[in-house]
Structure formats: structure tokens, C-alpha cells
């Protein structure tokens, strides 16, 4: 399963309406760097630069895309990284 997120990280770009590199930025370090599983604090530890409003935007296009999966409600929430189905 790992090995096919790491497919997917090579193969991300941002959505085209993702106009500034920080958004692709943001996707990537997501998608690198954190681990499997991973909640909120863990990603504002890790991304601290950006905005909440900004991170959060790409946790829904990277969700929207397939590349993670939500587990929980409010501060209990966590994210999962998914393998992708592509051909």
C-alpha cells in the first residue's frame, strides 16, 4: 500500500485551479512527510508556514482526489493515507 501512495506523490500535481506554489507545496509535504496515519496537530507541526484555511483546502482536494481518507469527527479526527487505483 505504501509503495502505491509513494506512486501517487510522484504523479501529484496540484488541481488546476491551484493557482500558487504553496498549495503544491502543502500536497507534497502531506504526502512525504507525515506518516500513514496522521491527525491535525501532526500536520500544523510539520507545516507551519502556511495558513489553517490553506492546509486545510488541500486535506479536501487530496481527499477529493483519493490520495487520503478521514477517520473520526472533530478533534478526534484523523487522516490515512490511501493507495490509489490507476492505470
Known sequence: ML?????????????SDFSCGHYFEIGK????????????NDLV????DYGEKSVLRVLRNLK???????????????YVK???LSD
Not at 509535504?29 to 491535525?40: D, R, S, T, V
Open 3 to 15: 509503495e502505491k501512495v509513494n506512486q501517487a506523490f510522484f504523479k501529484y500535481e496540484p488541481p
Open 29 to 40: 509535504a502531506i504526502l512525504k512527510e507525515l506518516p500513514g496515519q496522521f491527525n491535525k
Open 82 to 84: 490511501t493507495a490509489i
Open 64 to 78: 477529493k482526489e483519493g490520495l487520503i481518507q478521514t477517520l473520526g469527527r472533530g478533534k478526534n479526527r484523523r
Open 45 to 48: 507541526s510539520l507545516i507551519s
